[in-house]
């Protein structure tokens, strides 16, 4: 666990999150600003900054859970379909330095835009609540 790190804070439960789903390697839980609703994030729950600097044994691991995680949130929201998203480094957009998958569910016919929006914290409680793993 790294001491400034928000991600591993959620992991170990210190901060609150509206999480979906949680083994013994990963937490899945909501984005807290999300880009549409149900965008959730996949985290290993032992730090490491980015892709490249994750053991490929702990990404094999975390693209299954992403895969779970994924086709859980298709058939429980439901969406029609879903971005996967991963940045690495501040000019890839990566504003937490835990590496993080995220699930960017897509509804219809909406524009695909990447874009946070002020997420609404009884709404992200009610949907974590329903679609919980
Ligand atoms: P990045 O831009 O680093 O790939 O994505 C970080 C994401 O984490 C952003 O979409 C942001 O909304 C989300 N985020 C930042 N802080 C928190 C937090 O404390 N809780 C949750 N649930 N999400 C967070
Ligand atoms: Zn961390």
């Known amino acids: 666990?790294?001491?400034?790190?928000?991600?591993?804070?959620?992991?170990?439960?210190?901060?609150?999150?509206?999480?979906?789903?949680?083994?013994?390697?990963?937490?899945?839980?909501?984005?807290?600003?999300?880009?549409?609703?149900?965008?959730?994030?996949?985290?290993?729950?032992?730090?490491s900054q980015g892709l490249l600097e994750t053991p490929d044994?702990?990404?094999?691991?975390?693209?299954?859970?992403?895969?779970?995680?994924?086709?859980?949130?298709?058939?429980?929201?439901?969406?029609?379909?879903f971005n996967i998203l991963q940045n690495n480094g501040e000019a890839a957009g990566q504003t937490v330095h835990h590496v993080h998958f995220h699930i960017v569910p897509r509804y219809g016919q909406e524009p695909i835009v990447f874009e946070n929006h002020a997420g609404n914290m009884d709404e992200l409680k009610a949907l974590a609540a329903r679609i919980r793993l």
């Open 57 to 81: 044994e702990t990404l094999a691991a975390i693209i299954v859970r992403v895969k779970k995680v994924a086709a859980h949130l298709k058939a429980a929201l439901p969406c029609d379909g």
């Open 1 to 47: 666990m790294k001491n400034d790190c928000i991600f591993c804070a959620i992991a170990a439960g210190e901060i609150p999150s509206f999480k979906v789903y949680e083994d013994d390697l990963v937490v899945a839980y909501l984005d807290i600003n999300p880009f549409t609703k149900g965008h959730t994030l996949v985290i290993p729950k032992a730090h």
